[in-house]
């Protein structure tokens, strides 16, 4: 295939990701981390690939964060699909191309163009470039607007091969500004079947080789592209909706130039065939539609589509058959939905004579029955010579029987001898979560030490364990927390974590940590930072969904002791030699409604010196200089006296310094620091109750 304003270019230069994955040098389906091209000083693209499929990544200058996808081996059933092209991209991916629509907006994903897809698009600043992560994925990320979207690509199983042979194509956009907007999303896929670029694309029972929209009522779970039933060299698939990805709202086919050419509207003219707009060759492209809805401020969404290999299950024959289906199906779905199993048939009359009053039938074992609606038998009709037509079934999984289960389709017509087709399908529990939280033990209540004078205590955190208790893979995994008042997470610590897929029997943990930090109004309403240590055993919930589950959550709670109110004196070192100096802290802790503080300090003058007193972090508001009355000091008697500080309006105090006390040591020996006058006010100078005084002591060597 040759596009507009290109060179004609020669499969040999896509040798180097061939050559890079020898067969047997890894597991089938582990995917292999690489860079193609710039050794050999040719374009910069990053892939991943395995034994079936690459999917290979622009990082260049220009058309940065597009993609496309290829075979390696391709499928191991078949020979002739090795090493070719799905969505076009050799040896530098620029044709496809996904579009992010923001308030009417069209924003193109990734760097820009100097080409002709996607150049009446709007541009943003990128935000990641393409990376490999994990070596098994690719990731990126862009500013388009108020929004960050991530790029996310991978290799995950098909759903009718069951194999690592698909690429999942997942977009993560956020809103980062401070009011809502109206987001949509268009992904463009320059699909191709190696050599061929005008095979029809087969949605349910239709074969689609003109310009055709697909809408949400009428959506299949998958479509599947390929040459001829009876010899495919390729067979593509694209996911449409099911476990794992995101349905779309429409779904356009149309020749590549009139959608690279217009990054959302474009120009469609139904019955048109898919010769490529202003040129002379087939050239047909698949564009995925998700309206524009609103997106809050903060939020997020998620769009997921998968495209790759496809399996079909084929007897050639005059009559040749061919059976899709996917290879599982949920004994049952939750909350009393049943799980449909799509039966896709394809019927190819080989010969070249007619066949006449073609009748296909299927038989289902028990634990298989067909959908309310459905016929066993369906009329195809006359069915011309090298001609084909598709019909479907929706089977429903009725959970009696689990396991794998074998059903047949049968094709039969007046003038050609009977031919039929069985597949498999396995029967499994569908995924389900649970979640199990632990937490630390919870901190005793004891004074500032030495060691750690004047930290504040952290508030804990807990661990949660979510396990997948189901039958299959839990797609699109998200745990949150939601802390209750009086809890706040640390800080860097998000509440949202994304934790993609889980397979059956697996477990992820997730830990979170909360923080004694927050922001509170004064009396004033103005921001204060300050400790808020919750008192007593405050709850949160964890949440976690997806796409293919029923959401879960738990309740715990952090047992958070009462601690004492306390009054402690606090050296910032355990022992000093003669001359150095040392700082002495007088912490308050744990002490609610302060609002003033007075205190003195004793100590043995033969063996230290008072060179300065500072005010604590206690008499700092609003980040002003709260009243403080500076304390008088005798190194003749040992004394430190008269501190005194206010503040405008009561604090709840986790721990903060009162006063800092700056000696100099003066000689060897042991002096023990001793508070005395304290007392310690709330609001209209009354008195605060119970507060222990805790005296320390400094050793001089």
């Excluded at 690509?153 to 690592?164: E, F, P, Q, R």
């Excluded at 029809?200 to 390929?226: C, H, K, N, Y």
Aim: glycine share 10%; aromatic share 6%.
């Amino acid at each position: 295939m040759q596009k507009a304003g290109t060179k004609i270019i020669s499969l040999c230069v896509f040798g180097l990701l061939a050559m890079a994955t020898p067969a047997g040098s890894q597991p089938a389906d582990k995917p292999v981390a690489g860079e193609v091209g710039e050794a050999a000083g040719g374009p910069r693209v990053l892939s991943v690939h395995n034994d079936y499929i690459a999917i290979s990544v622009n990082a260049g200058v220009h058309d940065t964060g597009r993609f496309a996808v290829d075979t390696t081996g391709g499928d191991p059933n078949r020979t002739g699909d090795e090493n070719l092209p799905l969505i076009y991209g050799r040896p530098q991916p620029w044709t496809s191309y996904t579009t992010v629509r923001v308030d009417g907006k069209d924003y193109v994903y990734g760097g820009p163009t100097q080409k002709r897809a996607g150049r009446e698009g709007v541009y943003g600043p990128a935000l990641r470039l393409p990376e490999i992560t994990g070596g098994s994925a690719m990731d990126s990320a862009w500013l388009l607007g108020p929004l960050e979207v991530a790029q996310d690509l991978s290799i995950v199983k098909s759903s009718t091969t069951g194999l690592s042979d698909t690429a999942q194509i997942m977009y993560t956009v956020q809103n980062t500004d401070k009011k809502p907007h109206l987001v949509g999303l268009r992904i463009m896929l320059d699909t191709m079947l190696g050599g061929n670029d005008g095979a029809p694309f087969r949605f349910g029972e239709r074969a689609l080789v003109e310009d055709t929209v697909i809408q949400a009522s009428r959506m299949p779970e998958f479509w599947q592209a390929f040459d001829s039933l009876s010899d495919p060299k390729v067979v593509a698939q694209g996911t449409l909706q099911g476990p794992g990805v995101t349905r779309p709202d429409k779904v356009y086919v149309s020749n590549w130039g009139a959608l690279a050419d217009g990054p959302w509207d474009f120009d469609f003219r139904p019955g048109r065939d898919f010769l490529r707009q202003g040129e002379f060759e087939l050239d047909s492209a698949v564009a995925l539609y998700w309206d524009p809805i609103p997106l809050p401020p903060g939020e997020k969404r998620v769009y997921v589509t998968w495209y790759g290999l496809g399996g079909i299950t084929i007897a050639p024959g005059a009559l040749s058959v061919g059976v899709s289906s996917p290879g599982e199906v949920y004994a049952d779905a939750g909350a009393g939905k049943k799980s449909y199993l799509p039966v896709v048939v394809y019927i190819e009359n080989t010969d070249e004579v007619e066949a006449r009053n073609v009748v296909a039938a299927i038989s289902l074992p028990k634990g298989l029955t067909l959908a309310s609606g459905q016929q066993s038998r369906r009329v195809v009709g006359n069915l011309a010579g090298h001609n084909s037509s598709q019909i479907t079934w929706r089977v429903v999984a009725t959970g009696e029987v689990t396991g794998l289960l074998r059903y047949q389709v049968q094709v039969e017509a007046a003038n050609v001898e009977l031919n039929n087709v069985e597949r498999t399908v396995r029967v499994v529990a569908p995924p389900r979560i649970s979640i199990k939280l632990a937490g630390p033990a919870p901190e005793k209540d004891a004074p500032a030490t030495a060691a750690a004078p004047a930290a504040a205590p952290a508030a804990p955190g807990f661990l949660a364990t979510f396990t997948n208790t189901g039958g299959a893979p839990a797609y699109l995994l998200e745990a949150t927390v939601e802390p209750s008042t009086g809890l706040s997470l640390a800080e860097l610590d998000k509440a949202e974590r994304f934790l993609g897929t889980l397979e059956p029997g697996g477990s992820v943990e997730v830990l979170w940590r909360f923080s004694a930090k927050s922001r509170q109004p004064n009396e004033q309403g103005a921001g204060t930072a300050r400790s808020t240590r919750p008192k007593g055993v405050p709850a949160f919930v964890v949440k976690a969904e997806g796409s293919n589950f029923q959401a879960v959550s738990a309740k715990g709670a952090l047992e958070i002791p009462a601690f004492k109110p306390r009054i402690a004196v606090a050296p910032d070192k355990p022992a000093v030699a003669p001359g150095e100096l040392v700082t002495v802290n007088v912490l308050a802790t744990n002490l609610d409604g302060v609002a003033g503080v007075e205190l003195g300090m004793k100590f043995d003058p033969a063996v230290l010196e008072v060179i300065g007193v500072s005010r604590g972090s206690l008499f700092v508001e609003n980040e002003e200089l709260a009243f403080w009355q500076m304390p008088r000091w005798d190194n003749q008697k040992g004394t430190v006296s008269g501190a005194v500080g206010r503040r405008t309006a009561p604090f709840d105090v986790d721990q903060e310094v009162v006063m800092s006390v700056h000696f100099r040591a003066r000689a060897a020996g042991k002096s023990a620091l001793v508070l005395k006058d304290v007392k310690i006010t709330g609001p209209g100078e009354a008195l605060l109750p119970a507060i222990a005084v805790t005296d320390g002591e400094l050793v001089i060597k």
